[in-house]
């Protein structure tokens, strides 16, 4: 193929990526604007002018899949010479090839799973723990391995960095983490960050391997750039050694891989690394409508992250949708809804998409697509009742009910019984990761027991226990042509005709341990790729309650101010469209530190952002908890009926020191005023 055939269909930021032949390079690219286009168009104008050998390239990216479409791309240009692989795959290699060249013997055996030595890690120092809290324990030391952080520094570094293993304590995870890189060492086996590390520490302990290495590679291309560890970022450089004929690729706003260890920072600072690198926007997204472009770029307006704005190249499309659902089962009913009307209307299902914050949110979702018989396909997860816990909880409930029988004057007590055996409480953990999943997985079947319960006019467990296999047996049902379930993580990198955003609700998006603005900023971003999976069709939604009939106290999420028009929720609270930035009576519309409009009803109250700074004397604001409680006790009632949150923050923050300044506060009434003043007068003053 004539080299300058390879730039004709590229448009002239794409060009300008494919003529850039020696590096430094990055490339911000913008989602749906054709990197991958670009850089393999890259690699292959480069063979065809003669540039690069194609044996003397490597071009690295994160999927298996990823690398696979970038081969057949360069195969189909005339370039299939060039190596196209992950860091893992491209480090394995290495390792395999030269291990026995400078230590001898084979290299250490790859483990399929962490989970079997790091069972044993927690056997030697006399933890007990679930398989929920070895598959975090797993996923945290995979995060400390590339992030450089050795066990005996772990203890030290973890609550730094906002680390933690629900249930446990760091100086417990280290002794953990210690013992498994023991075992494993014992056993002669070696996980996959080892893979990174054996292999740089090959290239910076053997000059012979480096030399080889650098020999064989001269011209490097990254994609994903915005998912590089420190440990990959350290194993670049030593494949690199010193050179800088590089391209990097990547896009700050689609970085939600940071609790892995994935830092966008080696993407944004590549320039002051590199002072005369090549710098080249892609911004014309070609993948969606003006519509959806405009909700992402709307999005992103409010973000602390460096992006593109992206330019939609398509033509007009359908409007946003938008729905605030009662509960989550109607919110799952219109969901299914749809998707029968857009099927109707042409759509195949396999481009259709439901997309959610956690795996347990999918249960809502299965349930009505069976009901009204459209086949699914659940990525990245077990459906609902094949997850593990549940499955095991489903034998308990069974087991149960053949054991007792069955005036069951409290079908929720016995399985909230059972459940607690397994680990369930009332209060979620607090620290993400399997653990939380496993929390929601166990909540919904309380919550469907308590749906059973209220719905049934004698309710048995062993009624209960059939109602779970029959959804399960009808979720079952071959799903060769479905819709895509998904979490937002597992939608990265695809794309749909219509996608729908469910679950936007505070708590959910973002997630509540989202803990501090850079986690809050990471959850904007989750969005933004789920927004950004969309080519024509795009819907948003949340629900006021979990269940039908709770108490509809959920808001919309803050992410969608300035997107979503006025709901009936902000009707009735008094307050604005999410669109306007005037005030109405005593709620504010933007956040009064740092201007940005306010999602919620609660925020409006408090009239500041949940991510900013408190205003208010947090001190004073625990006294003012803790009189609360013991009045909730006195009276038996919950705590909120005393006095909300926000009433507490805004008189920690006003300090009133007379009934006139009570009254004042949002939340204080005549009665409340009657009842509570001199109380509130004494902790305030």
Same mark, same amino acid.
């Given at each position: 193929?004539?080299?300058?055939?390879?730039?004709? +269909?590229?448009? !002239?930021?794409?060009?300008?990526?494919?003529?850039?032949?020696?590096?430094?390079?990055?490339?911000?690219?913008?989602?749906?604007? @054709?990197?991958t286009r670009a850089i393999t168009h890259r690699i292959a104008y480069g063979v065809a002018a003669g540039v690069y050998n194609p044996m003397e390239v490597l071009a690295v990216t994160f999927t298996t899949r990823a690398a696979g479409e970038?081969?057949?791309?360069?195969?189909? *240009?005339?370039?299939?010479?060039?190596?196209?692989?992950?860091?893992?795959?491209?480090?394995?290699?290495?390792?395999?090839?030269?291990?026995? #060249?400078? $230590?001898?013997?084979?290299? !250490?055996?790859?483990?399929?799973?962490?989970?079997?030595?790091?069972?044993?890690?927690?056997?030697?120092?006399?933890?007990?723990?679930?398989?929920?809290?070895?598959?975090?324990?797993? +996923?945290?030391?995979?995060?400390?391995?590339?992030?450089?952080?050795?066990?005996?520094? $772990?203890?030290?570094?973890?609550?730094?960095?906002?680390? &933690?293993?629900?249930?446990?304590?760091?100086?417990?995870?280290?002794?953990?983490?210690?013992?498994?890189?023991? /075992?494993?060492?014992?056993?002669?086996?070696?996980?996959?960050?080892?893979? =990174? =590390?054996i292999g740089a520490a090959l290239l910076s302990e053997d000059d012979r391997v480096a030399a080889e290495v650098r020999r064989q590679y001269k011209w490097f291309v990254v994609d994903e750039f915005q998912d590089v560890s420190p440990i990959?970022?350290?194993?670049?450089?030593?494949?690199?050694?010193?050179?800088?004929?590089?391209?990097?690729?990547?896009? !700050?706003?689609?970085?939600?891989?940071?609790?892995?260890?994935?830092?966008?920072?080696?993407?944004?600072?590549?320039?002051?690394?590199?002072?005369?690198?090549?710098?080249?926007? /892609?911004?014309?997204? $070609?993948?969606?409508?003006?519509?959806?472009?405009?909700?992402?770029?709307?999005?992103?307006?409010?973000?602390?992250?460096?992006?593109?704005?992206?330019?939609?190249?398509?033509?007009?499309?359908?409007?946003?949708?938008? %729905?605030?659902?009662?509960?989550?089962?109607?919110?799952?009913?219109?969901?299914?809804?749809?998707?029968?009307?857009?099927?109707?209307?042409?759509?195949?299902?396999?481009?259709?998409?439901?997309?959610?914050?956690?795996?347990?949110?999918?249960?809502?979702?299965?349930?009505?697509?069976?009901?009204? @018989?459209?086949?699914?396909?659940?990525?990245?997860?077990?459906?609902?009742?094949?997850?593990?816990?549940?499955?095991?909880?489903?034998?308990?409930?069974? @087991?149960?009910?053949?054991?007792?029988?069955?005036?069951?004057?409290?079908?929720?007590?016995?399985?909230?019984?059972?459940?607690?055996?397994?680990?369930?409480?009332?209060?979620?953990?607090?620290?993400?990761?399997?653990?939380?999943? %496993?929390?929601?997985?166990?909540?919904? =079947?309380?919550?469907?027991?308590?749906?059973?319960?209220?719905?049934? &006019?004698?309710?048995?467990?062993?009624?209960?226990?059939?109602?779970?296999?029959?959804?399960?047996?009808?979720?079952?049902?071959?799903?060769?042509?479905?819709?895509?379930?998904?979490?937002?993580?597992?939608?990265?990198?695809?794309?749909?005709?219509?996608?729908?955003?469910?679950?936007?609700?505070?708590?959910?998006?973002?997630?509540?341990?989202?803990?501090?603005?850079?986690?809050?900023?990471?959850?904007?971003?989750?969005?933004?790729?789920?927004?950004?999976?969309? %080519?024509?069709?795009?819907? *948003?939604?949340?629900?006021?309650?979990?269940?039908?009939?709770?108490? &509809?106290?959920?808001?919309?999420? %803050?992410? =969608?101010?300035?997107?979503? !028009?006025?709901?009936?929720?902000?009707?009735?609270?008094?307050?604005?469209?999410?669109?306007?930035?005037?005030?109405?009576? #005593?709620?504010?519309?933007?956040?009064?530190?740092?201007?940005?409009? /306010?999602?919620?009803?609660?925020?409006?109250?408090?009239? $500041?952002? +949940?991510?900013?700074?408190?205003?208010?004397?947090?001190?004073?604001?625990?006294?003012?908890?803790?009189?609360?409680?013991?009045?909730?006790?006195?009276?038996?009632?919950?705590?909120?009926?005393?006095? +909300?949150?926000?009433?507490?923050?805004?008189?920690?923050?006003?300090?009133?020191?007379?009934?006139?300044?009570?009254?004042?506060?949002?939340?204080?009434?005549?009665? #409340?005023?009657?009842?509570?003043?001199?109380?509130?007068?004494?902790?305030?003053?």
């Amino acid at each position: 193929m004539h080299a300058d055939d390879l730039l004709s +269909s590229l448009d !002239p930021e794409q060009r300008e990526v494919a003529t850039a032949l020696r590096g430094p390079v990055r490339v911000l690219a913008g989602a749906g604007t @054709g990197k991958t286009r670009a850089i393999t168009h890259r690699i292959a104008y480069g063979v065809a002018a003669g540039v690069y050998n194609p044996m003397e390239v490597l071009a690295v990216t994160f999927t298996t899949r990823a690398a696979g479409e970038m081969r057949t791309r360069l195969r189909a *240009m005339d370039a299939g010479a060039v190596q196209a692989r992950t860091f893992h795959s491209a480090a394995l290699r290495q390792v395999r090839y030269f291990w026995p #060249k400078v $230590y001898g013997g084979a290299p !250490p055996e790859l483990t399929a799973s962490k989970i079997p030595v790091v069972a044993g890690a927690a056997r030697r120092n006399r933890v007990e723990v679930s398989q929920a809290m070895l598959r975090d324990l797993a +996923s945290e030391i995979e995060w400390a391995k590339v992030s450089n952080v050795r066990p005996d520094d $772990y203890e030290r570094l973890a609550p730094r960095r906002g680390r &933690a293993v629900n249930g446990l304590d760091a100086a417990t995870v280290a002794r953990v983490f210690g013992s498994y890189e023991e /075992l494993k060492r014992d056993q002669g086996r070696m996980d996959m960050e080892d893979v =990174l =590390l054996i292999g740089a520490a090959l290239l910076s302990e053997d000059d012979r391997v480096a030399a080889e290495v650098r020999r064989q590679y001269k011209w490097f291309v990254v994609d994903e750039f915005q998912d590089v560890s420190p440990i990959q970022s350290a194993l670049l450089d030593l494949w690199l050694g010193g050179r800088d004929e590089i391209c990097v690729v990547g896009d !700050p706003a689609q970085t939600i891989y940071s609790f892995a260890g994935a830092q966008a920072s080696y993407l944004t600072d590549f320039p002051k690394r590199f002072p005369g690198a090549v710098n080249v926007e /892609l911004t014309r997204n $070609y993948r969606s409508t003006p519509q959806v472009i405009e909700a992402a770029n709307t999005l992103l307006k409010e973000s602390s992250s460096t992006s593109v704005q992206l330019r939609a190249q398509r033509g007009a499309g359908p409007d946003t949708r938008w %729905r605030e659902a009662t509960d989550e089962v109607d919110e799952a009913q219109a969901v299914a809804a749809e998707i029968g009307r857009l099927r109707g209307a042409g759509v195949p299902l396999r481009e259709m998409a439901v997309l959610f914050r956690i795996n347990a949110q999918s249960e809502a979702f299965e349930e009505a697509l069976t009901a009204a @018989g459209i086949p699914y396909v659940v990525r990245g997860a077990a459906r609902f009742f094949e997850r593990q816990e549940v499955r095991q909880a489903v034998a308990l409930l069974r @087991g149960e009910a053949r054991a007792g029988e069955e005036a069951d004057d409290g079908l929720v007590e016995r399985v909230t019984a059972v459940l607690s055996g397994m680990g369930w409480s009332p209060e979620a953990p607090t620290a993400r990761g399997q653990a939380r999943d %496993r929390w929601e997985s166990l909540q919904a =079947l309380v919550s469907q027991a308590s749906d059973h319960a209220a719905s049934e &006019a004698a309710p048995t467990l062993t009624g209960f226990v059939a109602e779970l296999d029959r959804r399960a047996h009808e979720q079952h049902a071959p799903v060769a042509e479905g819709v895509t379930l998904a979490t937002l993580h597992a939608a990265k990198g695809l794309e749909w005709d219509a996608v729908f955003l469910c679950g936007l609700q505070e708590g959910s998006m973002p997630i509540s341990y989202a803990d501090g603005p850079d986690a809050v900023e990471e959850e904007r971003r989750l969005l933004y790729v789920g927004i950004t999976r969309a %080519r024509e069709h795009l819907w *948003m939604s949340w629900a006021l309650a979990r269940n039908p009939g709770g108490q &509809a106290r959920r808001k919309p999420s %803050r992410f =969608l101010a300035g997107l979503r !028009p006025e709901s009936v929720t902000d009707r009735a609270d008094g307050g604005t469209p999410a669109k306007s930035g005037r005030r109405r009576g #005593k709620k504010a519309a933007v956040c009064k530190q740092c201007q940005r409009p /306010l999602a919620s009803s609660r925020e409006r109250n408090r009239g $500041y952002c +949940s991510d900013c700074p408190v205003p208010y004397d947090e001190e004073l604001f625990e006294s003012l908890r803790s009189w609360r409680k013991e009045q909730a006790e006195a009276q038996s009632v919950p705590a909120f009926v005393v006095f +909300s949150d926000a009433t507490l923050e805004a008189l920690a923050e006003v300090k009133p020191t007379d009934r006139r300044g009570l009254q004042s506060i949002n939340g204080i009434g005549a009665a #409340k005023l009657e009842r509570y003043a001199e109380d509130l007068l004494a902790i305030l003053g």
